[in-house]
């Protein structure tokens, strides 16, 4: 009993600490995919880290074509952000942990700017692609910018025996005020 009280209490909490942005959906942006490929061979000791520069936003153009007067825009969240693999190949329970971040253009720090989406499931089998989960930052001032710099980063789990052509797709709400 004590056990169901626990995870009842555990969910109820869970559910309504979970805010959700009210503010309308003015549209849907995203930036181009972002190819990479995770080589056969590489270390599960070492951290990656794969750095895209000069990422075009196409925020005005993305804008304009919706109809939207940017003056209007309250703020940018992260969305939705899969790995695919371009050829089909499966990528198992390699990856231990991964992280995108978007920065400002120019910076090119380790865990620059701010961590848009993650992964984090050790051991689990991932298909030939699968989601990110976004995080909660506010990139209104990043992505209506021209161009931003991607950094995506990640452990592995285990030795991969292939190297493995990804694609990296990432997409963003913008909201109303």
């Known amino acids: 009993m004590k056990i169901r009280t626990f995870f009842f209490s555990f969910f109820a909490l869970l559910i309504f ?3 959700k ?3 309308d959906l003015l549209f849907e942006m995203s930036l181009n995919p972002l190819e990479f490929t995770v080589l056969a061979g590489s270390n599960p ?3 990656y880290y794969i750095l895209f ?3 075009s936003t196409h925020f005005e153009d993305e804008a304009r074509a919706y109809g939207v007067d940017t003056t209007f825009v309250g ?3 992260p ?3 899969f790995i695919r693999s371009v050829f089909g190949e499966e990528y198992g329970s390699l990856f231990r942990e991964i992280a995108v971040h978007i920065c400002p ?3 090119t720090d380790f865990k620059c700017g701010y961590e848009a989406f993650y992964w984090e499931f050790p051991s689990y089998n991932l298909g030939s692609d699968f989601d990110l989960v976004p995080n909660e930052p506010d990139l209104k001032a990043l992505l209506m910018q021209e161009r931003v710099n991607v950094q995506l980063w990640f452990r592995l ?3 991969p025996t292939e190297s493995i052509s990804s694609r990296l797709d990432l997409n963003f709400n913008v909201l109303k005020k």
């Open 157 to 159: 789990a285990e030795t």
């Open 79 to 81: 969305g939705k952000a």
């Open 45 to 47: 000791i070492d951290t």
């Open 75 to 77: 703020a940018v969240l």
């Open 21 to 23: 942005d009210k503010r």
């Open 17 to 19: 600490s979970c805010g």
């Open 53 to 55: 520069k000069d990422v």
């Open 105 to 107: 253009k120019g910076d």
